[in-house]
């Protein structure tokens, strides 16, 4: 979900949360927002911090209960922190959430395994459609190249051995 700051502005922190199974078949989602003329937009959760100091693992906890209906915090194996982050420059068409003279975001990665067959609900004005692929066509899919490269170096960090702890 957008967030905004003092001014109605978006924090240019955020997290990309690759949602996949087991088999290491990736959620991806349908932006409902891409700009006329442009290809369809899939990726995988996002979102920006609602406050500068929010924890990443909040946001992305967050992020993924609004934008899928599910709960990370309940999931068996969690939520886990690759402990990477990507800065990337803004598209311009987006960058008027962001304050003026913001042209990049810091993008911290995550990922959280659920089971095959995991119910999905969007939220309708964010997303308008959902697939499972396999890591390597879900690369192919995603709309950024961050998402694509996270989605290739998911068998690298599928370990669930590595999870973030809820925070109460």
Same mark, same amino acid.
């Given at each position: 979900m957008t967030q905004a700051v003092a001014g109605g502005y978006k924090i240019p922190q955020?997290?990309?949360?690759? &949602?996949? /199974?087991?088999?290491l078949d990736v959620l991806l989602i349908q932006r409902a927002d891409t700009p006329e003329g442009q290809p369809a937009y899939w990726q995988s959760v996002t979102g920006s911090k609602? #406050?500068?100091?929010e924890p990443y693992a909040v946001t992305a906890w967050r992020e993924v209960r609004e934008e /899928?209906?599910?709960?990370a915090r309940l999931t068996s194996q969690g939520l886990r922190d690759w402990g990477l982050e990507n800065v990337?420059? &803004?598209?311009?068409w987006w960058r008027k959430r962001y304050a003026p003279g913001v042209t990049h975001n810091t993008e #911290?990665?995550?990922? !959280?395994?659920?089971?095959?067959? /995991?119910? &999905?609900?969007?939220?309708?004005?964010? #997303?308008?459609?959902?697939q499972w !692929?396999?890591?390597r066509e879900a690369a192919q899919v995603c709309a950024s190249a961050s998402n694509a490269e996270a989605c290739l170096l998911l068998p690298r960090f599928a370990d669930p051995a590595a999870a973030v702890a809820p925070e109460s």
């Amino acid at each position: 979900m957008t967030q905004a700051v003092a001014g109605g502005y978006k924090i240019p922190q955020s997290v990309l949360v690759l &949602i996949h /199974t087991p088999a290491l078949d990736v959620l991806l989602i349908q932006r409902a927002d891409t700009p006329e003329g442009q290809p369809a937009y899939w990726q995988s959760v996002t979102g920006s911090k609602d #406050h500068a100091d929010e924890p990443y693992a909040v946001t992305a906890w967050r992020e993924v209960r609004e934008e /899928t209906g599910i709960d990370a915090r309940l999931t068996s194996q969690g939520l886990r922190d690759w402990g990477l982050e990507n800065v990337y420059e &803004i598209y311009p068409w987006w960058r008027k959430r962001y304050a003026p003279g913001v042209t990049h975001n810091t993008e #911290h990665l995550f990922s !959280l395994c659920v089971p095959a067959g /995991t119910s &999905i609900r969007l939220a309708p004005r964010e #997303h308008l459609a959902h697939q499972w !692929l396999p890591w390597r066509e879900a690369a192919q899919v995603c709309a950024s190249a961050s998402n694509a490269e996270a989605c290739l170096l998911l068998p690298r960090f599928a370990d669930p051995a590595a999870a973030v702890a809820p925070e109460s």
